[in-house]
């Protein structure tokens, strides 16, 4: 008897732009938010997918952590490459409108946009999101290491 198992491939936000331009973005986060290679690249990553999920759906709003949110600010800073990228992914520019304690007030975005972008078929990397296992109801607000 031969037994079958289904692989599901994950998406990542990385393979959202070339490699080229991955570790561009990720060189200047690197060196502005002072955090280390491995951080930056996981930041990186789940900004493009945040990014990529926010460009498609404009049904919900969705909102970006404060440990994901600098990606999108480096990634707006290259403001070529960004532009162009929004264009070939959904034809308009994306922009950035931040709400002042938006992610506070309202941890249910962030939950929601966790939600989305693993619909998708992204990996997400939870700690980045603030919504790993361990953390607790009601001291986790849903952005960043608990809160």
């Not at 393979?15 to 990720?26: A, I, N, W």
């Not at 938010?33 to 951080?39: L, T």
């Amino acid at each position: 008897m031969t037994m079958s198992v289904a692989v599901t491939t994950s998406r990542t936000g990385r393979s959202l732009v070339d490699h080229e331009l991955f570790d561009r973005l990720v060189s200047f986060l690197e060196y502005e938010e002072k955090v280390p290679r491995a951080k930056a690249e996981k930041v990186m990553d789940q900004a493009l997918a945040f990014l990529w999920m926010s460009g498609h759906r404009k049904d919900v709003p969705l909102s970006p952590s404060k440990q994901v949110d600098p990606g999108w600010h480096v990634f707006l800073l290259h403001s070529r490459e960004y532009a162009r990228w929004c264009q070939e992914q959904f034809g308009r520019f994306l922009h950035h409108n931040p709400f002042k304690g938006q992610r506070l007030r309202d941890g249910v975005a962030v939950r929601r946009t966790v939600d989305a972008i693993e619909a998708a078929g992204f990996t997400v990397d939870r700690d980045l999101w603030g919504v790993a296992a361990e953390c607790n109801e009601p001291t986790c607000c849903g952005d960043g290491p608990c809160c």
